[in-house]
């Protein structure tokens, strides 16, 4: 567990050989905005946090591999986390910002090189505070989250008008031990998103 915010530094986050550099410290400006918005807002109460879930790796048929990843937009958005499985947490009230990341096993180390601690993450992000935890145990999410006291978890569940898929609302054991807000976020962070 760590909780040093770290200073602002040039951090950039490279979507691939040819793609723009984008300074993460702009997902931190995301966040804060989407703060400003959602303190606008009656129906946000005092102690509200936004949580929302990034997108999942997939294996690629029977095998142990996996097919190419890509971030979900609103969580890439509001962070800029390129790890699957992950999950990302902003108190409303503070605009401080929590990402969750799978503990990975030892054995990762053979052919992910070395695994890093929380801190890493911290600086690599520019978030406040990063945890690991078990993809078959949620219980350290569920610990953060209760420590934090949140009124109500605000989450993402409306429809893509281009699309027409429905954006699903972020799962973990343990979310029912929370107050839930679907309705509240989506045309927030929509209109941030897509209008700046």
């Not at 905005?33 to 005092?46: S, W």
């Not at 690629?60 to 390129?82: C, I, K, N, P």
């Amino acid at each position: 567990m760590f909780y040093k915010s770290p200073p602002p530094k040039p951090s950039y986050s490279a979507g691939g050989y040819s793609a723009h550099r984008v300074p993460l410290e702009l997902h931190d400006i995301n966040r804060r905005r989407l703060c400003d918005r959602l303190k606008q807002r009656q129906d946000v109460p005092e102690g509200a946090v936004v949580f929302l879930e990034g997108g999942k790796s997939q294996p690629r048929h029977s095998g142990d591999t996996e097919d190419l990843f890509r971030q979900e937009s609103y969580y890439h958005w509001a962070f800029g986390v390129l790890e699957p499985d992950s999950y990302g947490a902003i108190e409303v009230d503070t605009g401080r910002s929590i990402v969750f990341l799978p503990e990975l096993h030892e054995s990762y180390e053979i052919w992910m090189g070395k695994i890093q601690p929380p801190e890493h993450y911290v600086e690599k992000y520019v978030v406040d505070e990063v945890h690991f935890y078990k993809e078959e145990d949620d219980a350290k999410i569920v610990e953060v989250l209760k420590s934090k006291n949140p009124s109500v978890l605000l989450r993402l569940k409306g429809m893509n008008t281009d699309s027409k898929k429905t954006s699903k609302p972020a799962q973990f054991k343990g979310i029912d031990q929370f107050n839930l807000n679907d309705t509240t976020l989506h045309p927030e962070i929509t209109e941030l998103l897509e209008f700046g």
